[in-house]
């Protein structure tokens, strides 16, 4: 029952994401994407913690550490760039 | 020191699968956190370890505290504020400026942060004197006194870091 | 126990799925990339940690009708996500907003701009 639940909820973030697009592509300035590209990692790591759930594997747990891990390093570069430090 | 034990703890406690650890990932975890807090200490010089101030038990519990108790309350306050925001869209946005007269760096980070996750309020900028650059979605007062901003956050910063 | 399981993963689940769609709403919502991101940090922030607690207590309840440890492995795991994604978060907003503002984009109908007083530069927007 649990796992139905679970299933229903990737569904559901899944359209979220694809929702994001829209401000991704459309964002009037450079910030405006880069949140967006954060709202969009935060969602995939919580897709990536329902699905270690639902397929019962503790590896996609790491490997939502290592994404959360990531996306901070990328957003963190992006913010870099903005700025014009590099 | 503090960054050698977090991180062979960390490995310790991600390669843990339900039965005993094997010894040789004892020997991988320490050559790891031999690594990372060599490499640490190239990148922050000024840092220094202190037995008394990093592992005193006391300070760890107090910072679980925080986290779970009036942190954890303000992030649903913030989040609820927040929902109504969204939904009625009321805003009256603008940039304030605190000086909460915090010494050290991570005292300051825990700070920046708490901000950022309580109700209406994000961190933009600390400037080098320790002021902090403040944006609040509901501007309430132009020079607004610390308590208006972030309650009693400055002191528990001060407790835990400082 | 499948009910009561299913009831307390579908609450936690719910109000998740309500602070993350929120935090999306927010992003078309909102007229600046500040009040943005106000929104999308703090509410997806939120509705993960949200997520991660219902993985949880479907773990706990698993955890206690069939008895095996890698139920507890997964709590830890998402634990050690949800920290990271904690502090990460709001770090990530922290640089962004100070990136924007370094890059001289203005909050729009701002009241006061203490920053840009600061740095001595008039606002172009009010």
């Given at each position: ?86 | ?113 708490s901000i950022t996750l309580t109700p209406g309020t994000l961190t933009v900028d600390v400037d080098d004197e320790g002021n902090f650059y403040v944006h609040w979605i509901y501007v309430q007062d132009e020079n607004p006194s610390e308590d208006a ?14 | ?126």
């Amino acid at each position: 029952m649990s796992i139905t639940i679970f299933s229903w909820t990737v569904g559901i973030y899944a359209v979220l994401i694809v929702l994001i697009f829209g401000r991704l592509i459309a964002g009037p300035t450079i910030p405006d994407r880069a949140v967006a590209l954060d709202t969009m990692n935060s969602l995939v790591v919580a897709i990536m913690i329902v699905l270690a759930a639902v397929y019962d594997s503790v590896v996609m747990e790491d490997i939502a550490v290592v994404y959360a891990g990531l996306s901070f390093v990328s957003t963190m570069f992006i913010a870099r760039y903005i700025e014009g430090g590099m | 020191m503090f960054v050698f034990f977090a991180s062979f703890l960390m490995y310790l406690v991600l390669v843990w699968s339900g039965g005993k650890i094997p010894p040789v990932e004892f020997a991988v975890a320490f050559l790891i956190a031999t690594v990372l807090a060599l490499s640490a200490r190239t990148w922050i010089p000024s840092y220094r370890f202190s037995f008394l101030k990093t592992l005193n038990p006391l300070r760890w519990f107090t910072f679980l505290y925080y986290v779970f108790v009036p942190f954890g309350v303000a992030l649903c306050k913030a989040n609820i504020d927040v929902a109504i925001r969204v939904i009625t869209g009321k805003i009256r946005p603008g940039i304030v400026k605190i000086t909460p007269d915090l010494k050290s760096d991570l005292a300051r980070m825990i700070l920046a942060d708490s901000i950022t996750l309580t109700p209406g309020t994000l961190t933009v900028d600390v400037d080098d004197e320790g002021n902090f650059y403040v944006h609040w979605i509901y501007v309430q007062d132009e020079n607004p006194s610390e308590d208006a901003i972030y309650g009693s956050f400055a002191s528990w910063a001060r407790r835990l870091a400082d | 126990m499948g009910i009561l399981e299913g009831i307390v993963v579908l609450v936690f689940l719910l109000v998740g799925i309500f602070f993350n769609s929120l935090g999306v709403l927010s992003l078309y919502r909102f007229p600046d990339v500040y009040t943005r991101m106000h929104g999308a940090t703090k509410c997806s922030t939120f509705g993960t940690l949200f997520t991660g607690f219902s993985v949880i207590v479907y773990s706990l309840f698993r955890y206690f009708s069939v008895g095996e440890t890698r139920f507890l492995v997964l709590i830890i795991h998402t634990l050690v996500a949800m920290a990271i994604l904690l502090v990460t978060n709001a770090t990530g907003a922290h640089a962004i907003a100070r990136a924007a503002h370094r890059s001289r984009i203005d909050p729009k109908f701002a009241v006061v701009d203490r920053l840009a007083e600061k740095e001595g530069r008039r606002r172009a927007s009010l």
